[in-house]
């Protein structure tokens, strides 16, 4: 009797074991994914930058067309408007002993530009390089002879008369100007929209690293009549001529700027002792200065649809520092004083 209490018992207590536990709800059970989990795709935005100075811009700004504007630099046209919004300057020596600039604008638009003048050859041979549409107003006879019987983008002022305007606070013939607005809308009408033939190679490591000779000062007399000079400071350069600080007219602020190239050519006084010739093909010696340093440099352009290739002494291509430049052309026999 006794055993079969004790079966009887353990069959009991089984069946309420069932009755609680076997009939209530499954506990979760517990497990370890050996799969990868996926996380979602992140999409960088994408960067675009200005083609003239390798800085980073808006794709609206990637996007403006490049153009040249030829700018007065005689005294009772300074202060200039535009020049601190130029990606590139270049500085040419004219007539009377004074340069004139061919500015390059395209990472910003400019609402005004100026004072506008007159073409030289050398000018075009600038802007064939890089195969852009140039403002002007009229030019030398042999100017615009090249104009028509080489079909350049000419945007001059006699034949375009509304894309410039007469600033009356000043007096003529130093009173032209333009704008970025202005000039593009009438480059988009003559369909002169083809992408500029000079490329451009930026690398601000290389003048971090680079080693050079130190240049915190440079200063050039170009004529009995006209000097310039650069400050280094905070990374740019900042110009002045003839002793005074080169302002720009709109903002008061001094044209700076991260880049000098230096090229030496050959300069000289044509028949008529008034207009110069200025060698743009061939070899030559210079400086690339940047970030507190110089070193010098050849340059060749082998003709006048190709581009100016700028080497060091060994041989390598110099990239630009990443920011604005000011290229001075000057002669051979002007004397470049680097501190």
């Known amino acids: 009797m006794i055993i079969i209490k004790k079966i009887i018992s353990i069959i009991l207590v089984s069946v309420l074991s069932f009755t609680i536990f076997g009939c209530g709800k499954?506990?979760?059970?517990?497990?370890?994914?050996?799969?990868?989990?996926?996380?979602?795709?992140v999409k960088e935005e994408p960067k675009y930058y200005a083609m003239f100075t390798g800085e980073e811009v808006s794709e609206e700004d990637s996007k403006n067309i490049p153009f040249f504007v030829i700018i007065?630099?005689?005294?009772?046209?300074?202060?200039?408007?535009?020049?601190?919004?130029?990606?590139?300057?270049?500085?040419?020596?004219?007539?009377?002993?004074?340069?004139?600039?061919?500015?390059?604008?395209?990472?910003?638009?400019?609402?005004?530009?100026?004072?506008v003048r007159s073409a030289r050859p050398y000018f075009l041979d600038i802007a064939k390089e890089y195969g852009l549409s140039f403002g002007h107003c009229g030019g030398s006879e042999e100017a615009l002879d090249r104009i028509k019987n080489e079909g350049l983008k000419s945007l001059n002022e006699f034949a375009y008369s509304g894309t410039y305007w007469r600033d009356k606070t000043r007096k003529a013939p130093h009173n032209l100007y333009t704008s970025s607005e202005k000039m593009i809308n009438t480059i988009e009408k003559k369909g002169w929209t083809s992408d500029p033939l000079v490329k451009l190679t930026f690398d601000k490591n290389y003048w971090d690293t680079v080693s050079g000779t130190p240049a915190l000062n440079i200063s050039m007399k170009l004529s009995s009549y006209y000097s310039t000079s650069y400050e280094y400071k905070d990374g740019k350069?900042?110009?002045?001529?003839?002793?005074?600080?080169?302002?720009?007219?709109?903002?008061?602020?001094?044209?700076?700027?991260?880049?000098?190239?230096?090229?030496?050519?050959?300069?000289?006084?044509?028949?008529?002792?008034?207009?110069?010739?200025?060698?743009?093909?061939?070899?030559?010696?210079?400086?690339?200065?940047?970030?507190?340093?110089?070193?010098?440099?050849?340059?060749?352009?082998?003709?006048?649809?190709?581009?100016?290739?700028?080497?060091?002494?060994?041989?390598?291509?110099?990239?630009?520092?990443?920011?604005?430049?000011?290229?001075?052309?000057?002669?051979?026999?002007?004397?470049?004083?680097i501190k």
Request: proline share 4%; net charge positive.
């Open 26 to 41: 499954d506990k979760p059970v517990q497990t370890t994914s050996t799969e990868p989990t996926i996380q979602p795709e």
């Open 237 to 337: 350069y900042y110009k002045s001529m003839d002793g005074k600080q080169t302002l720009d007219k709109e903002t008061e602020t001094q044209v700076a700027v991260t880049n000098l190239v230096i090229q030496k050519t050959s300069i000289i006084l044509q028949k008529d002792n008034k207009h110069v010739s200025i060698k743009l093909v061939g070899k030559g010696t210079g400086y690339f200065i940047s970030n507190g340093k110089a070193i010098e440099i050849t340059w060749e352009r082998k003709s006048l649809k190709s581009q100016t290739i700028i080497k060091d002494s060994q041989g390598n291509a110099v990239p630009f520092n990443t920011g604005n430049t000011w290229w001075n052309v000057i002669s051979t026999s002007n004397n470049v004083v």
């Open 72 to 115: 007065e630099n005689h005294k009772a046209a300074r202060p200039q408007s535009g020049l601190t919004s130029a990606d590139i300057v270049y500085e040419t020596m004219a007539e009377g002993g004074i340069p004139r600039f061919v500015a390059l604008f395209q990472s910003k638009k400019v609402d005004k530009i100026g004072p």
